[in-house]
C-alpha cells in the first residue's frame, strides 16, 4: 500500500495522546535491561549530573551563539571544515548559512504560495481556519529544492559526520531524498507549539532490540562510551511500533529545514539542547532511576506518541535548551535525530516564518525501502506514504512530474541507477547494490 495514513494535517502531532499509566510489561522490561546493580545507573547518574553541571554555563551564558554556524562555501567536496566537525558532534546541530542564495530561497516561497493561491480550498493544511503548515509535498519549488546541488552536498557531509563499519550495509556518501511539507508559520501565530521533544520514535528505543543497541552503554552505566555518531544498530532499529502520528520510518542523520524567510531568534523558531551526548544519555537512563525503577514509567515517553521531555522529570535537559540564531532565506538548519527541541509558543516577528522540511537521509536499506514507496507516490501525485493520506495534490497540472528532475533529483528520488564515483566499503556497496535491484535497475 503507497499512504498507510489516513487524511489530516500535522495537528495530529499535537493532539493529546495517551500519557497515563503504562502497561506492566515496560517494569518487566526495564529489569531486563538494567544492569543487575543498581549502583552502576545510579552512579553514572552522578557523574552526568557533573556533566550537565559542568556544561549548561557555558551553553546558558553564550545562548545562540553555542550553536556552530558554517557558511556554505566552506563545505567543500561533501565535508564540513575540519576545525568544525568536533563542535557540530557536540552540539548535534549547525546551522549552514547561504546553502542557497536568497533570491533563490524567496524564489521558492513565491513559487509556492502562487501553487497554493492556483487551488484555493483544495489543499488541507493546519491549523485548518488559517492554514500555516501545507499538506504539500510535489510543488516544483519543493521537489527542486531537495535536489539543488548544495543541499545534497551538505547533506552529503552530514550523513559523513556519521562512522560506519566496513560491513555496514549504509553509503554515506550518497543521499536519498525525503519528501516532507512546508510551514509558512504567520506573524503572532500560537498554533504551531511544540515543546521540547524528540522524533524517531518513543519506547522504542528500550522496546525494540536493535534500537536499543544504540544505547547499549548507555545502559550498562557507561555513557561517556556512547557514540551519537554510530551507525551499526540504526539501520535495523524499528522506530516505529506504534504507528505514531508525524513519525519519519527513513532513517534521518539530522532532521533539518531551509529558510524560506528571515526568522529571528526566539520570535517563532526552533530551539535546541545543544549537548546530544548527555541529553541521550539522560533521556535513555531516566526510566531506570530508582524513584521509578520498579514502575512502569518510561520517564515521559509513551507509546505512538514522540518523547515530550517532562521539565519535572528532566530539568537538566530542559533548562539548557536554547534558540537558534537569526536565520535569512536561503539558510539552513540541521539538528542530530536524537537531539531534543522545541519551537517557539509565538512568531514574536512582523514577517512570516517559512521554512521547507528537508532532513538528510543517507542510503541505506530502510531508507531504499521507504524511497521505492515515495517514487511511486510521486508519480502518481499522491501524499507521500509517512503523511496523511489527503492525495490533494493528485489532480493539479502545475505539479511537479518525474520528468522535472534535474540528475541529482533523479538519483534522490529512486528514478536513476546509483553508479558510485570511486571504490566503497564492502557494506556501502552491497547497500547500493540492494538499492538498485529494489528500484529496478539490475
Ligand atoms: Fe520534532
Known amino acids: 500500500m503507497l499512504s498507510a495514513r489516513k487524511e489530516g494535517n500535522i495537528g495530529s502531532i499535537f493532539a493529546n495522546s495517551f500519557k497515563g499509566e503504562l502497561p506492566v510489561r515496560y517494569a518487566d522490561l526495564k529489569k531486563e535491561i538494567s544492569p543487575k546493580d543498581p549502583s552502576v545507573i545510579q552512579n553514572a547518574w552522578v557523574r552526568l549530573e557533573s556533566s550537565f553541571e559542568k556544561e549548561a554555563p557555558q551553553i546558558k551564558a553564550l545562548g545562540s551563539k ?24 557536540k552540539r548535534g546541530c549547525v546551522v549552514v548559512r547561504g546553502i542557497v542564495p536568497t533570491e533563490v530561497a524567496e524564489g521558492y516561497k513565491q513559487q509556492v504560495l502562487d501553487y497554493i493561491a492556483a487551488h484555493p480550498g483544495q489543499i488541507p493544511g493546519f491549523p485548518e481556519h488559517d492554514q500555516q503548515v501545507w499538506e504539500l509535498y510535489w510543488s516544483k519549488a519543493q521537489v527542486e529544492a531537495r535536489s539543488h546541488p548544495h543541499f545534497v552536498q551538505t547533506t552529503t557531509a552530514l550523513n559523513k559526520l556519521w562512522n560506519a563499519q566496513e560491513d555496514s550495509l549504509v553509503d554515506l556518501e550518497t543521499n536519498l531524498t525525503y519528501c516532507d511539507r512546508l510551514r509558512i508559520r504567520k506573524p503572532n501565530d500560537e498554533s504551531f507549539v511544540l515543546r521540547e521533544h524528540i522524533d524517531g520514535g518513543s519506547v522504542e528505543r528500550w522496546e ?29 532499529a524499528k522506530m516505529q511500533l506504534y504507528d505514531a502520528p508525524g513519525g ?32 541521550t544519555a539522560a533521556i535513555i537512563m531516566r526510566p531506570l532511576l530508582q524513584d521509578i525503577l520498579e514502575t512502569s514509567s518510561m ?22 535548551c536554547v534558540s537558534i540564531p537569526d536565520v535569512s532565506p536561503g539558510d539552513a538548519v540541521f539538528w542530530h535525530c536524537d537531539l531534543v527541541h522545541a519551537v517557539d509558543s509565538k512568531c514574536l516577528q512582523s514577517n512570516d516564518a517559512s521554512v521547507f522540511y528537508i532532513p538528510a537521509t543517507p542510503l541505506c536499506n530502510i531508507n531504499t525501502s521507504y524511497v521505492r514507496r515515495q517514487r511511486e507516490t510521486f508519480r502518481l501525485g499522491l501524499t507521500p506514504p509517512d503523511f496523511p493520506g489527503n492525495n490533494a495534490e493528485k489532480d493539479f497540472d502545475d505539479r511537479a512530474k518525474p520528468e522535472d528532475l534535474s540528475k541529482l533529483g533523479k538519483l534522490g528520488m529512486g528514478f536513476e541507477r546509483i553508479e558510485p564515483k570511486h571504490k566503497l566499503t564492502k557494506g556501502a556497496q552491497a547497500a547500493v547494490d540492494k538499492h538498485n535491484h529494489v528500484l529496478n535497475f539490475d
Open 66 to 89: 553555542i550553536i556552530p554556524q558554517v557558511n556554505y562555501q566552506d563545505i567543500l567536496n561533501g565535508e564540513f571544515p575540519s576545525n568544525m566537525k568536533d563542535e557540530i558532534k
Open 299 to 320: 520517564g515521559g515517553a509513551y507509546p505512538g506518541t514522540q518523547i515530550d521531555i517532562d521539565p519535572v522529570m528532566l530539568p537538566q535537559v530542559t533548562d539548557i
Open 248 to 279: 519519519c520510518e527513513m532513517f534521518r542523520t539530522f532532521q533539518g529545514w531551509l529558510a524560506l524567510s528571515n526568522s529571528n531568534s526566539g520570535c517563532g523558531s526552533l530551539r535546541v539542547c545543544p549537548l546530544v551526548k548527555e541529553t
Open 208 to 236: 525494540d532490540s536493535s534500537y536499543r543497541k544504540c544505547f547499549s552503554n548507555i545502559l550498562a552505566g557507561e555513557w561517556e562510551k556512547h557514540d551519537s555518531y554510530d551507525v551499526a544498530n540504526r539501520l535495523d
